[in-house]
């Protein structure tokens, strides 16, 4: 099996790919796509009360005519509307139209979370209460997971984090803290190096091996976050790209190319922190400039 499934520290399993609905919008475009992702193959769909569109996904999944237990769903507490996480699942729930989630993630750790230990509390009733099977995270960073774990009573299944070949060398810490502790990581916008930052060194690394492999870039891109045993949550609207995306699971990227493409993002990150910094110095000189020159307009001997 290519995408193999992934087991949790709870005892359940998870699938390794899933199809995410954030950029989908509402509406008949997003029910559609949700739609097309199914008749595709995929069978785990991430969605969040943030993304607005957990009832269109819902209706997706009961006209896909899938029995509940070949889906896997995942939903995530993002404190929409000032909502409880209790009013919240049960919203999820009845536009799902499920009887409970599959896994159930706190967004963020600091968007409309009162603390983590408390709103980890109230994650740990939905599973008692049988609306979520499995409960996790969202972007959480090791400080964060440190002060959930030491008063918890269920450890959390999953991290769900921006993963991708630029961020790599900042993510591995925590992604093996996660490993240490039982939690498996997913990986969200994988594909960054080709949508919103074309063209860099990851760009042209994955393409390179692309060609040589007959693939195209975003399956060596998901082919690396595979290597690092995560789970991957992607998206397209494109059917092609879909295909491409589950049939990237075969694809078995040598150590050379593994070290080609973090040698890539290493690289990536490098001049982005000099491109960062030379901003906000040359801001910052921007800045100074304008403040002296007023000072001198008015008089104001400053140096
Ligand atoms: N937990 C969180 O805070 C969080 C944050 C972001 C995303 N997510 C989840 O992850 C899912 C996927 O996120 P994403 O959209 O950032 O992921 P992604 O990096 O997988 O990007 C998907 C996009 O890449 C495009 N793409 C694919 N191949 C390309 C190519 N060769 N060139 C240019 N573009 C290409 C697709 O058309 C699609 O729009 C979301 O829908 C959501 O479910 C979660
Ligand atoms: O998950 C995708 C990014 C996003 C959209 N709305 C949010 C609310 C909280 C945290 C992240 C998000």
Known sequence: MPWDPIQLNDGTKIPSVAFGTWT?????????HVDQALETGFDHIDTAQAYRNEEETGTALQDSGLAREDLYITTKYSGRDGLDVNT???????????????????????????DIPTNWQQMEKVKADGLAKSIGVSNFEIADLEILLASAKVKPVANQILFHPYVWQRQAPLLEYCKKNGIVVEAYSALTPLTRQPGGPVDKAATQIANRLSVKPEQVLLAWAKSKGVVVVTSSTKKERLEGYLSAGDIELSDDDIAAIEAAGALGARRNLVRTFLTRAIGLALVGSLALGACSYLGIDVL
């Open 24 to 32: 989908l919008g509402n509406g008949q475009p997003a029910r559609d």
């Open 88 to 114: 919240s699942i049960h919203n999820s729930v009845k536009w799902l139209g499920v009887k409970y989630v599959d896994l159930y993630l706190v967004h963020h750790p600091r968007l409309a979370v009162p």
